[in-house]
C-alpha cells in the first residue's frame, strides 16, 4: 500500500549528524524544532542497500516552482497531505519538479572537502541552522511521538521524526509494497531573507522513471535511463499571449541526433488535459511551434507542460510559476 503517514514538517534546523561508511544504513540526520519546542529526526537516506548502492541526487539552489506557493503559507508543525494533484504532495514524474537527466551520483561519505552527498547536506543545512528565519520543509513518512522512546541520535523525548526523503514509486519488488503516486519524500529549504527556496531530491538508481498512474508501480519491469536527455523536449511557451481567444504555444526541440516521428504524440497541461502534437517527422536539432487545442490551457496562476509519446509515457516536462505568466505576450523560457 502507498506510504499511509505521508505529508511535510516544516521546521527550524537545529543540528545534523552524517553517519558514515561504519553505519549499517548510513543516514543524515538532521535535528528540527517546532516554536513550541516540539523536536523532529528527519533521517535522509545517503546509500541504498540495492546496487548501484550510490543514490542519484539534484540540488535546485534556486528552485522556482508553483508548489511553493501552496506550501508556503504553511505554519510549523507536521502536515498531513492527500496523494493527489493540488495538495502540497510532491511527485517527481506528474509534477515536473526536476529534470530526471540532470540527476547525478555521489558516493554517500568520502575523504575530502565538497565530494560526497554528505558534504551537501551539510552544506544547505548548514545554512539553514545559521539563519534563524529559515525554515525546512522534509516531505515523507512520519513516525511518533513516542512518548516512552528517546530519540536514538539527538536523545530528545519522545522520540518523532520523519523518513522516506526520497522518490517513493517505481520501486524493485522487494520495496514495491511502498509505491503509490504523489508521495514523493524530498528536503525544500526556504530562505526568507533571499527570498529563495532550495530543493534537494533523492532517488535510487533501481527506480523507475515511467510508473503506473494509480499504482506508482514500475512500467516495464525495470529502471529507466535517467540519464539520457529527453529527445523532444519543451524549450519555451507563450503562456500568457495577448489577444482573446489566446493563442497559447509551445516550442519543442528534437535534441537527439536522430529524426523523430511524433505521430501519436501528446501535449499534456497541469489538470492532465491533453491536445495532439501535430503528426509528422522533426528533423535532428529542429524546432516545432505547437499551437494549443482543445481543453489544454496553461493557466497564468502558474502550470505544467509535460510531452507524452504515442504509448503515453513521460518524455519532458516543465513547470512554471505565477510570477512567470504575469507578463502578457513575453515567451517563458525553460
Request: negative net charge; glycine residues 10%; proline residues 8%.
Amino acid at each position: 500500500m502507498p506510504l499511509p503517514r505521508y505529508g511535510v514538517l516544516v521546521a527550524q534546523a537545529l543540528d545534523r549528524v552524517r553517519e558514515g561508511s561504519t553505519a549499517t544504513t548510513p543516514h543524515y540526520q538532521v535535528r528540527v524544532r517546532e516554536p513550541d519546542g516540539t523536536d523532529h529526526r528527519i533521517a535522509i537516506n545517503v546509500l541504498s542497500n540495492k546496487a548501484p548502492s550510490e543514490l542519484l541526487y539534484l540540488v535546485n539552489d534556486d528552485f522556482r516552482h508553483p508548489i511553493t506557493d501552496t506550501i508556503g503559507p504553511l505554519t510549523p508543525g507536521w502536515h498531513p497531505l492527500e496523494s493527489r494533484p493540488g495538495t502540497g504532495s510532491l511527485d517527481f514524474i506528474r509534477g515536473n519538479l526536476l529534470d530526471p537527466g540532470a540527476m547525478r551520483t555521489l558516493p554517500h561519505d568520502a575523504s575530502g572537502p565538497d565530494n560526497d552527498l554528505a558534504d551537501i547536506f551539510d552544506h544547505y543545512v548548514g545554512r539553514a541552522i545559521a539563519d534563524p528565519a529559515a525554515r525546512l520543509y522534509a516531505f515523507g513518512q512520519r513516525w511518533g511521538p513516542e512518548p516512552s522512546a528517546t530519540d536514538q541520535v539527538f536523545g530528545f523525548l519522545p522520540g518523532n521524526g520523519v523518513h522516506d526523503i526520497h522518490m517513493n514509486q517505481g520501486n524493485v519488488p522487494d520495496y514495491s509494497a511502498d509505491d503509490g503516486v504523489w508521495q514523493d519524500g524530498a528536503l525544500l529549504l526556504h530562505f526568507p531573507a533571499e527570498d529563495r527556496w532550495v530543493g534537494v531530491f533523492l532517488a535510487f538508481q533501481s527506480q523507475a522513471w515511467h510508473t503506473d498512474d494509480v499504482t506508482g508501480h514500475a512500467i516495464g519491469g525495470g529502471p529507466t535511463p535517467q540519464f539520457e536527455q529527453a529527445v523532444i523536449r519543451v524549450l519555451a511557451a507563450r503562456v500568457n499571449p495577448v489577444g482573446v481567444p489566446e493563442d497559447e504555444t509551445v516550442l519543442l526541440i528534437n535534441a537527439s541526433p536522430n529524426d523523430v516521428d511524433l505521430a501519436g504524440w501528446l501535449i499534456s497541461d497541469k489538470s492532465k488535459a491533453t491536445c495532439p502534437i501535430p503528426a509528422g517527422v522533426v528533423a535532428a536539432g529542429e524546432t516545432l511551434l505547437v499551437h494549443l487545442t482543445g481543453r489544454v490551457a496553461l493557466g497564468n496562476r502558474g502550470g505544467q507542460i509535460t510531452v507524452l509519446d504515442a504509448a503515453g509515457l513521460k518524455v519532458h516536462g516543465v513547470s512554471y510559476t505565477a510570477d512567470d505568466a504575469r507578463r502578457e505576450g513575453w515567451t517563458v523560457t525553460f
